[in-house]
């Protein structure tokens, strides 16, 4: 038998959060190693639970969820979903208009798979978080990275993606709350990518699965409900706000001008019956979840326990020598500059490996989110704060070393 190669539509597509360096870790893991994970934001690894309302009501309906389900989703979830986005002030929404996923990173792939024909193009942030690249890439798109500014606490950089515009593009990728800077857009921000969209007829895809968790009492916009006309997929869902990665429980919502986007729909009701349904048990927990107690203030409040490890977490970083960080509103990560002067870094993966080797410590480069300097890397500060405190002192004294080379 000759050997088997992959397909070619897998030329382009990188996903590095789970990469060369995760394969480095787990080989070391089996030599024995001891190794503190900051690398992915898999939040029930941490001991934060799940709310329990949430479990045990999953757990009551277990014998109804042996079935599969209307392949956009059974009718309590997403009913409750359109009372979400009725709170968050998108109009318009009916529960036709509503998909629930395993994960939001099955409708990722899902919506960029019906929409994109050969080298059409997506205007995705840098940094990203990597599926949108990967997902449009996979569908045989091009993504194009618009570039997010540091200096301006990590806003989207308007007059970059107008320059990016062109005859292919089909639509503008918008993660926020970003991951991974921790920004959340400001109304002029938001209304101006609005703007963008309507005048040149792109579609909106806004990722928002990290709007319940918001440090200083930030308020979050949903893109969505700034326009009735633009058309604008919404994503969301439990692994973050409810700490529940693994019941795949996420949804997407389509609102703007419908009519317009018909044969689209047309395409993605095609593409969610094929996978027959999403999760049925996770989907039994959205309208717990949607409409309970909402604990995830509890953690990202004052003295809570995200919040204080976020606060940690800035203040070692920011405290090494040659390295800053806009401190994030929201979400679970730092994106922690390297000053180039002090750590000429050349290749970011070659640097979080070499970290990995010698401290044990395993992040994220720079690049894994398509950020286009050697310069950047991820921190996830979901630990508790003892082992933040030893991990970001390892990495203080990795990069001391370095400074002295
Ligand atoms: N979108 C963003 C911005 C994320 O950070 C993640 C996971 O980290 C996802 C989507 C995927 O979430 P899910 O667990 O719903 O597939």
Do not use: Q
């Given at each position: 038998m000759k050997p088997i190669q992959k397909s070619k539509k897998l030329d382009n597509v990188c996903y590095d959060i789970r990469g060369p360096v995760l394969e480095l870790a787990q080989r070391m893991e089996e030599e024995g190693h001891k190794i503190i994970k900051l690398?992915?934001?898999?939040?029930?690894?941490?001991?934060?639970?799940?709310p329990e309302e949430i479990q045990l009501d999953m757990i009551r309906n277990l014998s109804n969820a042996s079935a599969y389900s209307d392949s956009k989703g059974i009718f309590a979830a997403r009913k409750a979903i359109m009372q979400y986005c009725q709170e968050k002030g998108i109009q318009g929404v009916a529960l036709d208009d509503v998909y629930t996923g395993n994960g939001v990173s099955e409708l990722i792939v899902l919506s960029m798979n019906a929409l994109l024909n050969d080298g059409d193009e997506v205007l995705v942030p840098?940094?990203?978080?990597?599926l949108w690249t990967a997902a449009v890439s996979l569908s045989s798109g091009t993504p194009v990275h618009y570039l997010c500014d540091e200096s301006k606490d990590w806003a989207p950089d308007l007059n970059d993606l107008r320059k990016k515009i062109t005859p292919r593009t089909k639509a503008i990728v918008v993660i926020n709350p970003n991951n991974p800077t921790g920004a959340i857009y400001s109304k002029e921000v938001l209304l101006e990518m609005v703007k963008i969209a309507r005048e040149h007829g792109l579609i909106l895809f806004a990722d928002?699965?990290?709007?319940?968790?918001?440090?200083?009492a930030e308020k979050h916009i949903s893109l969505a409900s700034l326009s009735t006309d633009v058309v604008t997929i919404t994503f969301n869902g439990l692994s973050k706000n409810y700490r529940s990665c693994g019941y795949r429980a996420g949804w997407m919502v389509v609102s703007g001008d419908k009519e317009m986007v018909r044969d689209y729909i047309e395409g993605l009701n095609m593409l969610a019956s094929m996978r027959l349904c999403a999760n049925v048990p996770g989907q039994y927990a959205i309208q717990t979840a949607l409409g309970g107690y909402q604990s995830i203030d509890d953690l990202v409040g004052e003295g809570g326990r995200l919040a204080k490890q976020r606060d940690l977490a800035w203040k070692l970083i920011t405290a090494i020598p040659g390295v800053t960080c806009v401190k994030p509103?929201?979400?679970?990560y730092l994106f922690p500059k390297l000053d180039p002067e002090v750590y000429p870094i050349k290749d970011d993966q070659q640097f979080v490996a070499d970290l990995l080797k010698e401290e044990k410590v395993l992040l994220v480069q720079g690049s894994g989110f398509n950020w286009g300097k050697p310069d950047h890397f991820r921190v996830v500060f979901l630990p508790h704060e003892d082992v933040l405190t030893e991990a970001i002192g390892r990495l203080a004294r990795f990069l001391e070393r370095y400074r002295n080379k």
């Open positions: 690398n992915i934001g898999n939040v029930g690894v941490f001991g934060f639970d799940p840098a940094p990203d978080y990597p928002e699965i990290y709007d319940k968790m918001l440090y200083d509103k929201s979400a679970l």
